[in-house]
């Protein structure tokens, strides 16, 4: 019996003795065990294989790879998509730089689809779409295909066609193609943005490009093919832009003039010039000078008239310049 009573107390000693062990062990387990992740492969974030240099975590015994770290692209990020576009409404202050920024785009992509010819003339209460992709539109011309307006734009034809949804090689003249990473010549973003000339003469604009009233004959108008901007007799004259002088003269209306010829079937015309300081055939770079404000020819005062030619058509320069 008395056996029997102390086997009794001896069980209940090491029950009470391995519970206590079990809340001390429930309570501090890592001052008991040394935990570390086992090393295997492709159990990295995104599947990556484990095989890189090991990297602890300070205070801890973990150990990291550099590939485990590594996340991989999405592939709704990856895949080529059809082209969407979601609006926006034009708020006070907003300028195509700045949009593209704010929607993670390029300018071109911006003008291209919106159809913009003069960025500077963004008003607020615009709408404009936003497309998921940067490209530009290309409007397929007579005679072309899908496979020269690809190597045009160094471009993938699968993708051209995923993303416009055709379902076959061939394309319809007149047809707009949305070409996926597609830039704009960088002159014609130039002019889109108004950057491409600068101010040949800082002064005040005294007659702007269009119809006036005749300075010479009363009671008449006439079209006024560039821009009149004020400055004293002797203020040097700048090239707008680069480019090669095509021509210096005397004519009875512009009196001492220089043209310029530039590049994207651009042409310059200064006239009225006290002084012409260049040659024909002479390259000048953007900002030479090129001649002096005069009061020469048919003018009313001292000033510059500034012509804009493209392709042999005058356009509005102050469209044009910064």
């Known amino acids: 019996m008395i056996q029997l009573q102390q086997t009794n107390q001896i069980n209940t000693y090491i029950f009470r003795l391995a519970a206590a062990l079990c809340l001390v062990l429930l309570i501090n387990p890592g001052q008991y065990f040394n935990h570390k992740k086992p090393h295997t ?25 550099t590939a485990s770290l590594a996340v991989s692209e999405p592939e709704t990020i990856t895949k080529t998509r059809i082209l969407l576009c979601d609006s926006y409404m034009v708020q006070s202050g907003d300028n195509i730089s700045t949009l593209a920024t704010n929607f ?13 010819t003069y960025s500077r003339g963004l008003q607020a209460g615009k709408p404009l779409k936003i497309p998921n992709q940067d490209g530009i539109f290309h409007t397929v011309k007579n005679g072309e295909n899908l496979s020269a307006i ?4 160094k471009a993938n034809i699968e993708i ?4 416009n949804e055709l379902f076959s090689d061939k394309v319809v003249t007149g047809t707009e193609l949305f070409i ?7 002159s014609k973003l130039q002019e889109i943005n108004g950057d491409l000339f600068i101010w040949p003469v ?26 009149d901007i004020k400055g004293s007799t002797g203020t040097p004259v700048r090239a707008a832009m680069s480019g090669r002088v095509s021509a210096v003269g005397y004519d009875n209306v512009f009196g001492n003039y220089v043209i310029i010829s530039h590049h994207s079937g651009y042409r310059t015309l200064y ?12 390259y000048v770079a953007q900002g030479e000078r090129i001649g002096d404000v005069g009061n020469t020819g048919q003018s009313t005062g001292s000033h510059l008239h500034f012509t804009v030619y493209k392709n042999g058509a005058t356009v509005n320069p102050r469209a044009l310049l910064r």
């Open 41 to 65: 492969e492709g159990s990295g974030i995104g599947g990556g294989y484990l095989a890189e240099e090991l990297i602890s975590e300070e205070g801890s015994d973990v150990l990291l790879t």
């Open 180 to 186: 996926p990473g597609a830039r704009l010549d960088w």
């Open 150 to 153: 690809a190597e045009k734009y």
């Open 271 to 282: 006239g009225h010039m006290h002084v012409i300081r260049t040659r024909t055939g002479a």
């Open 202 to 227: 800082n002064g005040a604009i005294t007659s702007y490009y269009g119809w006036r009233r005749d300075p010479f004959n009363r009671g008449h108008r006439q079209f006024h093919s560039g821009l």
């Open 104 to 116: 993670g785009l390029n300018q071109d992509t911006l003008i291209s689809v919106n159809k913009i």
């Open 160 to 163: 051209i066609k995923t993303v």
